[in-house]
């Protein structure tokens, strides 16, 4: 059972475009929600996180958008780098619960010249 | 530098022979855990640990044993593999529930 749902699986954006991914949960008691970006032969990176008492959280060029009444959170990138390019996972996990992320199936995301 | 080490980067091996991916942390972490990354899938949770002699089964625990006899490692071991098991492997620690730091990963090929 896919718990955290993502879209889309690949996304090619523009130098200076939006890069937008959408994430969708089922779990109403998930209450920590971050994205981490992978690149290629690394290991994910916590990027940004939220919490459910805000709708949005904002960290430079990268910003959370948070819908609780739709179990929804997606992630924006403004003005997308080449630098970008790179895999983003969602997640979501439950207080108390240490350790205990559920991922979404990622993102693939090209930025292009 | 704090950091989380795993060994080996990448192996090759064959059907039931047993293998052991070793990983450890630096940072004092309580909390680690061990990922399987799939093409389509996602990172899927294997085992992860709370604390020394504190384990628990994640969401794909079928053919993997842990262990944590120590703070800064957390081996995974594959007793029989099978070539349903060929994946990249994350080992990763924390303090809390909220960030993950993540190894670099380990390639297993299981012919």
């Known amino acids: 059972q896919q718990q955290v749902k993502q879209s889309p699986q690949s996304l090619i954006v523009q130098k200076g475009g939006i890069s937008i991914i959408n994430c969708a949960y089922e779990?109403?008691?998930?209450?920590?929600f971050p994205w981490y970006q992978q690149f290629p032969g690394k290991g994910p990176a916590l990027l940004i996180a939220?919490?459910?008492?805000?709708s949005e959280k904002k960290e430079g060029r990268f910003t959370i958008s948070f819908n609780k009444s739709a179990k929804q959170f997606s992630l924006h990138i403004m003005d997308s780098q080449p630098g970008d390019s790179a895999t983003y996972f969602c997640?979501?996990?439950?207080?108390?619960?240490?350790?205990?992320?559920?991922f979404g199936t990622g993102t693939r995301l090209q930025v292009t010249l | 530098e704090a950091q989380v080490t795993q060994n080996p980067r990448y192996l090759i091996t064959v059907t039931g022979k047993k293998l052991t991916v070793t990983c450890s942390q630096n940072?004092?972490?309580?909390?680690m855990s061990w990922y399987r990354q799939d093409p389509g899938l996602g990172l899927r949770q294997i085992y992860y640990s709370m604390n020394v002699e504190v384990t628990d089964k994640g969401d794909v625990p079928e053919g993997y044993k842990v262990s944590r006899k120590e703070k800064r490692n957390f081996p995974l071991i594959l007793e029989s593999p099978s070539p349903n098991q060929t994946s990249l492997y994350f080992c990763?620690?924390?303090?809390?529930?909220?960030?993950?730091?993540f190894g670099p990963g380990t390639r297993l090929t299981v012919t």
């Open positions: 939220i919490r459910p008492d805000v």
């Open positions: 990763a620690s924390s303090l809390s529930y909220t960030e993950q730091y």
């Open positions: 997640a979501a996990s439950l207080t108390g619960t240490a350790s205990k992320l559920t």
């Open positions: 779990n109403t008691a998930f209450d920590y």
């Open positions: 940072m004092n972490h309580e909390y």
